[in-house]
């Protein structure tokens, strides 16, 4: 049973293009958040997705939007790279209503922005 | 809001010593709390949870318990191995509303032959 799945791993990017991330959430999940961890931070919340819309958000500017398809898998895309936005981004996914089972997480994509 | 606060610094210990993370944290209610671990370069890997007072999340050694009176989750293991140093993230969900999680900002464990 695969876990929560993530591409790329790496890459980078240059200030003020845009960047697309991917996610495969866990099987048998409906949920799919998305969090950012900057180097030596513990991981921000940036949204959440189900059913296809944005459920919650955090304390991100317009320039980061979401997608979540049918199949529960999702996009994270951020506009006008910003030197800031390097970070790991992290997918994880979940089973909504089930809080308290904690989240899946996968591994992760390294964003580095030149 | 709601946040999580973990203890300053790396901890540095010797293989089979005791290690001790503290984690306290401000909520409304009786959140769920959890420890995450991530080894290098990797995400972050559930540890263990407890989702009401009292109640003591267990997993590979580690143990925390949930102290209501105290705010506090702390995380212990009684004998360490080089395998786990890591980064631990000390996490909470909501009671209610919003199921988002809140990190602390982790403490980086090494442990030293």
């Known amino acids: 049973d695969a876990g929560v799945t993530q591409s790329p791993t790496h890459l980078i990017k240059t200030r003020g293009q845009q960047v697309t991330l991917r996610c495969s959430p866990k099987?048998?999940?409906?949920?799919v958040s998305w969090y950012q961890q900057a180097l030596g931070q513990g991981p921000q919340f940036i949204f959440q997705?189900?059913?296809?819309?944005?459920?919650q958000r955090g304390n991100f500017p317009d320039r980061f939007s979401g997608h979540q398809f049918p199949n529960y898998s999702s996009e994270l895309n951020v506009n006008a790279l910003l030197l800031g936005d390097s970070a790991l981004y992290l997918c994880?996914?979940?089973?909504?209503?089930?809080?308290?089972?904690?989240?899946?997480f996968g591994s992760g994509t390294r964003l580095t922005v030149v | 809001g709601n946040s999580v606060t973990q203890m300053e610094g790396p901890v540095t210990l010797s293989e089979e010593a005791f290690l001790t993370i503290n984690c306290t944290y401000t909520?409304?209610?009786?959140?769920?709390l959890f420890w995450y671990v991530q080894y290098p370069g990797e995400g972050l890997q559930l540890l263990l949870k407890?989702?009401?007072?009292?109640d003591k999340g267990s997993n590979k050694g580690f143990e925390a318990t949930y102290r209501k009176e105290t705010t506090s989750f702390h995380l212990e293991k009684g004998s360490v191995q080089v395998s786990d140093s890591a980064v631990y993230f000390c996490?909470?969900?909501?009671?209610?509303?919003?199921?988002?999680?809140?990190f602390g900002k982790g403490n980086q464990v090494v442990v030293i032959p």
């Open positions: 994880a996914s979940s089973l909504l209503g089930q809080r308290n089972y904690g989240y899946t």
């Open positions: 099987s048998g999940h409906d949920t």
């Open positions: 997705y189900y059913e296809e819309e944005e459920r």
């Open positions: 909520a409304t209610g009786y959140p769920s």
């Open positions: 407890a989702t009401k007072a009292d």
């Open positions: 996490a909470l969900s909501a009671a209610y509303g919003n199921n988002r999680l809140a």
